[in-house]
């Protein structure tokens, strides 16, 4: 039996009626047994976008039909939320458009208490699954990273930058005029910059060029097939090409690694 911990949900509420505001308000505090605090709230979207930035809240509810911009258009502002969002709203017709954008949930106003309490419940198995997965990955750094050291790179993203530690990069590859970088947990990372401009960033003496769409860390090659198709088999089960004229440098290099 998987157990579900109550975590305490930060939630916006943006609605343009005062009415739905309190409605929803007083329905969260009385009739919803997960607690949620609410951070804030605004009549507009423009408004609720200065509240989600200044409080970076778990999940927002969102009205679709208000003046000026309809709620739909958060996405015009938060392509990929790291919040959840629930719409709430009068217009069943909305509920496709609402799907599409990957909200959690979509409940119709006059809001029903059950409705809002299961919506709740969704929002909270969610985020109580992402922290089982971020605990994994965190534990599977500590336990699995190989013994070598490692320098912390910051990575340039869509809208900002990421920081990891090169020790946590098993190999990148080549996407198109950018690149994605595949730590040993799997995590894949698209960066701003090319195949090229990555490796001159990382260290020298842990990553290899096998081919020129790949960039690998030496410390994560399991094996080296030489065939017709040459590959290295990663730490991960990843089988990753070997150029020709890469394959004596690549043994060279693993003859080094071995020596020291």
Request: hydrophobic share 40%; net charge positive.
């Amino acid at each position: 039996m998987i157990l579900i911990t109550l975590v305490m949900i930060r939630a916006v509420l943006i609605d343009d009626e005062d009415a739905a505001l309190e409605v929803l308000s007083k329905l969260l505090k009385d009739f919803v047994t997960i607690p949620v605090k609410i951070l804030g709230k605004a009549k507009n979207l423009e408004d609720g976008i200065k509240i989600i930035n200044s409080t970076k809240p778990d999940l927002v509810f969102l009205d679709i039909d208000m003046p000026g911009k309809s709620g739909v258009a958060i996405y015009d502002y938060f392509n990929k939320p790291e919040f959840k969002v629930i719409f709430v709203t009068a217009y069943n017709q909305y509920a496709i458009e609402a799907l599409k954008n990957s909200a959690i949930d979509y409940i119709l106003k006059p809001v029903d208490f059950v409705e809002l309490h299961n919506a709740i419940q969704k929002v909270s198995e969610e985020i109580n699954r992402e922290q089982r997965i971020k605990e994994l990955e965190d534990k599977v750094n500590f336990v699995c990273t190989p013994d070598m050291d490692g320098r912390n790179i910051m990575l340039e993203v869509d809208k900002g930058f990421v920081v990891e530690n090169s020790k946590n990069i098993e190999y990148c590859h080549a996407e198109k005029a950018y690149s994605v970088i595949v730590t040993f947990t799997g995590k894949k990372t698209l960066v701003s910059k090319s195949l090229k401009e990555l490796q001159e960033q990382l260290p020298s003496n842990q990553f290899i060029r096998t081919h020129k769409s790949f960039l690998v860390n030496i410390h994560y090659i399991r094996k080296f097939i030489r065939a017709n198709d040459s590959f290295v088999l990663l730490r991960s089960g990843a089988r990753i090409p070997v150029s020709i004229r890469t394959s004596k440098e690549i043994t060279k290099a693993l003859k080094d690694l071995f020596k020291s």
